[in-house]
C-alpha cells in the first residue's frame, strides 16, 4: 500500500511566525487530505486536495502529485494553531485513507 | 448542519469484557470509516461501512466488529477487550468514502481497558 511520510515531526514557533510542513507519498494519489488534531483531540479537516493549491484565511496547502508531495503553509502563526497536523492519502487502485505520523506544532506566545 | 457525534466520550472497561460505541454521521453522508488512535500507532483504519455494507477493512483482528444501520449510524464493537485495545477510536463520516471524498471526524471515545 500507499507510504506516507511528513516532516519535521515537531516544530516550535514563535506566534507570528511562517511555517512549512511537508508530506511525501510513495505512489500517485487521487486523494490527499490535510486535518488538524487540536489538543483536546478533535481533528478538524483542514483540505481536500488531490492536487493544485487551496487557501483558506491564514492556511494554504499545494499538491504536486507528478512529484508525490503536498505542502501545509501557515502564515502568521497563532496559538491555537497548535495541535498535530496529519496529512493523509490514497491512491486510485487503493481502498482506504492512509495517514502519516503527523508533525507536532507548538506555537509560543 | 449536526456534526458527527460520537458516544459515549469516555469509557472505562475490564479486561474480558466487551465494548460497543456509536457513532451518527453527517446528515446525508453513507460512508462511515473507524479509526484507532495511540500513541505508538498512529492513526490506524479498521473498518469503513457504505450503505450498510462493510467496504473496506483494515489489519485488525476479528475481535473487532462493526455495522451500519439504514439512516447510516454506525456502530463499533470490540469483544474480549485486551490492556492493549485502550485507544482513543475516531469515526469519521463523508459523502461518497474517504477514497473520493472529504472525511469529517467525530471527538472520538477513548476506552481504557484495566
Known amino acids: 500500500g500507499i507510504q506516507v511520510e511528513q516532516s519535521p515531526p515537531d516544530l516550535i514557533l514563535q506566534e507570528g511566525a511562517n511555517s512549512t510542513l511537508r508530506c511525501n507519498f510513495s505512489d500517485s494519489v487521487n486523494n490527499l487530505q490535510w486535518f488538524h488534531q487540536n489538543p483536546w483531540g478533535q481533528l478538524i479537516n483542514l483540505f481536500y486536495?488531490?492536487?493544485g493549491t487551496k487557501q483558506n484565511g491564514r492556511l494554504s496547502a499545494t499538491t504536486v502529485a507528478t512529484e508525490r508531495y503536498s505542502l501545509l503553509y501557515i502564515s502568521s502563526s497563532q496559538t491555537t494553531d497548535s495541535g498535530v497536523y496529519f496529512c493523509?492519502?490514497?491512491?486510485?487502485?487503493?481502498?482506504?485513507?492512509?495517514f502519516g505520523a503527523g508533525t507536532i506544532l507548538r506555537v509560543k506566545s | 448542519k449536526a456534526g458527527v457525534t460520537q458516544t459515549p466520550r469516555y469509557l472505562i472497561k475490564t479486561r474480558g469484557q466487551q465494548v460497543t460505541l456509536s457513532c451518527s454521521p453527517i446528515s446525508g453522508h453513507r460512508s462511515v470509516s473507524w479509526y484507532q488512535q495511540t500513541p505508538g500507532q498512529g492513526l490506524q483504519f479498521l473498518f469503513e461501512?457504505?450503505?450498510?455494507?462493510?467496504?473496506n477493512k483494515g489489519n485488525f483482528p476479528g475481535r473487532f466488529s462493526g455495522r451500519q444501520f439504514s439512516n447510516s449510524r454506525s456502530e463499533m464493537n470490540v469483544s474480549t477487550l485486551e490492556l492493549g485495545d485502550s485507544a482513543l477510536y475516531l469515526c469519521?463520516?463523508?459523502?461518497?468514502?474517504?477514497?473520493?471524498?472529504?472525511?469529517?471526524f467525530g471527538n472520538g471515545t477513548r476506552l481504557t481497558v484495566t
Open positions: 493523509a492519502a490514497t491512491t486510485s487502485y487503493g481502498n482506504k485513507l492512509v
Open positions: 461501512y457504505f450503505s450498510e455494507t462493510q467496504r
Open positions: 469519521a463520516s463523508s459523502y461518497q468514502g474517504g477514497r473520493d471524498s472529504p472525511l469529517h
Open positions: 486536495i488531490p492536487s
